[in-house]
Nanobody, 115 residues
Framework: QVQLVESGGGLVQAGGSLRLSCAASRNIFSANVMGWYRQAPGKQRELVAAMPSGESTNYADSVKGRFTISRDGAKNMVYLQMNSLKPEDTGVYYC?????????WGQGTQVTVSS
């Protein structure tokens, strides 16, 4: 079983940066997929970035060139570096890990980008 806790959200002006962190309760190196999703007001939850096992990193078209997903295996951490933030990036961001046959989710962290 995996427990996930996100942190690093907050209020930032357009053009600014934030780094989100996801702490996992156990080693997630063997996870099938680790990534980040977000849900904007009035919108469905969408994939932002993912690191499939043995495959290249994937990004939503809307964040390519601005966001970077990374991990620190020794610390059981997953990060999302967000640069050049736009108001449309506003939403609740969720850490996600697909491990064995289950999906694990954090509680989310709010990101608000002002104009």
């Amino acid at each position: 079983q995996v427990q996930l806790v996100e942190s690093g959200g907050g209020l930032v002006q357009a053009g600014g940066s934030l780094r989100l962190s996801c702490a996992a309760s156990r080693n997630i190196f063997s996870a099938n997929v680790m990534g980040w999703y977000r849900q904007a007001p009035g919108k469905q939850r969408e994939l932002v970035a993912a690191m499939p096992s043995g495959e290249s990193t994937n990004y939503a078209d809307s964040v390519k060139g601005r966001f970077t997903i990374s991990r620190d295996g020794a610390k059981n951490m997953v990060y999302l570096q967000m640069n050049s933030l736009k108001p449309e990036d506003t939403g609740v961001y969720y850490c996600n890990v697909q491990w064995l046959l289950s999906d694990y989710w954090g509680q989310g962290t709010q990101v608000t980008v002002s104009s």
